[in-house]
Structures are given as C-alpha cells and as structure tokens.
C-alpha cells in the first residue's frame, strides 16, 4: 500500500472515487450517513477551486483504498466562521483537515498518522500555524452506537489535537435511520503546528 500526496489535476482526478468512499466510510458509525454522488460531487467542489488544498489518498495497487483532504480554513468560511467566533483565532492561520476516510479492511496500519503528517505538513509550507479538524458529535445513548464503540479521541491527542472550547459547526444531512435531513453538532479540535 502507497500514500502519496495529490495536488491539482492528480487531486481532481480522484475527487469521484473520493466521493465513493466517503459514502461509504461515513454510512458507519458515528456519522450514520445516507450519501449520494451528486450531493458528494457539490462539497468536494471546494476542492477543485482552492489553489492550496490536498488530498492524501492511500492505494491499494492503482485502487483508492482511503483518502485525507484539506484546504486553507478561509476556504471553508462561509461553513465555519460562525463556529469560530469568540475563538480569537483568524481563519487564515488555519489549515482545515477535512476528512479522514479508509476502508475497514486498512486500517490499524499507521495510514491515520501518515494522513495527519502529509496533511500537516503541507500547511506548514503554506505557512499556517494550526490546523484543525472537526467530529461529528453523537449522544452516548444513541440507538444506533455499536457496542464497544471506542471513539478517536485518544488518536487524536496523541497527535496533539484538543478540543477547542465553544467551536462547534452545524451541518445537515440525512442519517440511515430517519426520513429527512437533521442537524448535526461537529466538535472543533485544533493544534498549534511547530
């Protein structure tokens, strides 16, 4: 297996097998996502656009297996600025780690820790000194939680992320199990890069 970073035409290439994965990644807990290719072509736009995003893709072979994307966080303004007001924090000082998606089959292979790095990396070559990430937030008694569900916190600090108090986004879509799109509260983690 290879990750290897992609920018520009490479990073447009794969944006549709991007949108594939996270259909499928996101339909798992905690995210219970119910998915569909128009909608995933619509977001990943933002990365066509933006002149400084990445996409980390993970292969199996020449099969996208998983992928990390990220953009500047003033790309993401219009969805983020209201959840970091009050923060102090201008937005662009920020790196935005969007999604980290892998398939089951992958995992517990260290390609979480190379995402972050490659992701990391290019932001402190844009000259960024954050980088954050956000995380669906679900009720500890929700129906649908697998048993022994254990949460990716710990990853998380061990790379060096903590939450930030008071930053949380809202996004709407529609979960496995309900007939309509509902909101959704994601927690804000950050990291000071050095």
Same mark, same amino acid.
Request: net charge negative; charged share 30%; with cysteine.
């Given at each position: 297996m290879r990750v290897e970073v992609l920018t520009g035409a490479a990073l447009e290439a794969a944006l549709d097998e991007v949108a594939r994965l996270r259909i499928a990644v996101f339909r798992d807990w905690p995210?219970?996502? #119910?998915?569909?290719?128009? *909608?995933? $072509?619509?977001? /990943?736009? &933002? +990365?066509?656009? @933006?002149?400084g995003a990445v996409l980390v893709g993970a292969f199996d072979g020449d099969r996208l297996v998983g992928a990390a994307t990220g953009t500047p966080m003033e790309d993401h303004a219009d969805d983020f600025a209201a959840a970091?007001?009050? &923060?102090?924090? #201008?937005? #662009?000082?920020?790196? +935005?780690?969007?999604? @980290?998606?892998?398939?089951?089959? *992958?995992?517990? $292979?260290?390609?979480? %820790?190379?995402?972050?790095?490659?992701?990391?990396?290019?932001?402190?070559?844009?000259?960024r000194t954050r980088s954050a990430f956000c995380a669906v937030e679900r009720p500890a008694d929700h129906p649908l939680?697998?048993?022994? *569900?254990?949460? /990716?916190?710990?990853?998380?600090?061990?790379?060096?992320?903590?939450? /930030?108090?008071?930053?949380?986004?809202?996004?709407?879509?529609?979960?496995?199990?309900?007939? #309509?799109?509902?909101? %959704?509260?994601?927690?804000?983690?950050?990291k000071v890069l050095t």
């Open positions: 995210y219970l996502y #119910d998915g569909d290719l128009d *909608y995933e $072509r619509a977001y /990943l736009q &933002t +990365y066509r656009d @933006s002149p970091f007001a009050g &923060t102090g924090l #201008d937005l #662009d000082t920020i790196f +935005y780690c969007a999604e @980290s998606v892998l398939l089951p089959g *992958y995992r517990g $292979r260290g390609v979480g %820790h190379r995402f972050f790095d490659l992701r990391e990396a290019h932001a402190r070559a844009m000259g939680r697998p048993p022994g *569900y254990a949460p /990716l916190d710990p990853f998380w600090r061990k790379r060096g992320y903590e939450t /930030l108090e008071g930053a949380r986004a809202h996004f709407r879509w529609k979960d496995l199990d309900q007939p #309509d799109e509902t909101d %959704h509260p994601l927690q804000f983690w950050i």
